[in-house]
């Protein structure tokens, strides 16, 4: 079964910290990822989008990284600022699988503190 | 302003009563789609038009009523929802036929079933 798992759930950091937000799947045949920043009463809006053959990706203050081997991707933010308070979704393409091929994750709740 | 609007970005109801949610894009796009996010759950995909033709419906309850008049526009229908039928409701856009498409979202409605 197509599914992806976020971890940690939730998060709370300090405003200039380092974070690490961890994407594990296990979509076959696989396409692409997308990491997507969600804000409050938002809708998602994507952030980086990887294929099976890159491994380092960045935006900004935002790099994602991506093993395909071990089918786990990262999404690192450095130097987190207030306004990078939101949730953050993985989002797995898969190759098959009509319009579902979009797998989501269930996301990770960023908090960034002053 | 992500090209696609959603109107209205709150609603409350009651189980008896009869409402639409309203979704415009201006991006070009030929396919749209409505998903339902709950609290701590990954997005569910509901429908999907695509060239105004629904092609997809994820074991929706009849209690919701898709109407696609034309490929910029896209209604849902509630009629009798249920109180766990709360939840946000965003509806997406992309183009179809593209190597890579991605899906721009909407800010969603958050309907609350009173």
């Known amino acids: 079964k197509n599914q992806v798992e976020q971890s940690p759930q939730s998060l709370i950091i300090l405003e200039g910290k380092n974070c690490t937000l961890q994407c594990n799947y296990t979509v076959s045949p696989f396409s692409n990822l997308r990491w997507y920043k969600q804000d409050t009463g938002r809708g998602p809006v994507s952030l980086t989008i990887?294929?099976?053959?890159?491994n380092t990706k960045s935006n900004g203050r935002y790099t994602a990284t991506l093993d395909a081997d071990t089918k786990q991707s990262s999404l690192h933010i450095t130097a987190s600022q207030l306004s990078d308070s939101a949730s953050y979704i993985c989002?797995?393409?898969?190759?098959?699988?009509?319009?579902?091929?979009?797998?989501f994750g269930a996301g990770t709740r960023l908090a960034v503190h002053p | 302003e992500t090209g696609v609007t959603q109107t209205p970005r709150h609603l409350v109801m009651g189980m008896t009563n009869k409402k639409s949610l309203k979704c415009e894009q201006h991006l070009g796009h030929n396919a749209m789609y409505w998903y339902k996010q709950s609290a701590k759950k990954p997005l569910e995909l509901m429908f999907v038009?695509?060239?105004?033709?629904?092609?997809e419906n994820n074991s929706v309850p009849s209690r919701f009523s898709p109407e696609c008049p034309n490929s910029s526009h896209l209604f849902l229908h509630l009629h009798t929802l249920q109180p766990e039928d709360s939840a946000l409701y965003l509806c997406?856009?992309?183009?179809?036929?593209?190597?890579?498409?991605?899906?721009?979202f909407g800010s969603g409605t958050r309907l609350t079933v009173v």
């Open positions: 989002v797995v393409r898969a190759i098959s699988g009509g319009y579902n091929k979009l797998i």
């Open positions: 990887m294929t099976f053959s890159e």
């Open positions: 038009y695509s060239l105004e033709e629904r092609v």
């Open positions: 997406a856009s992309s183009q179809e036929g593209t190597v890579d498409y991605g899906y721009t």
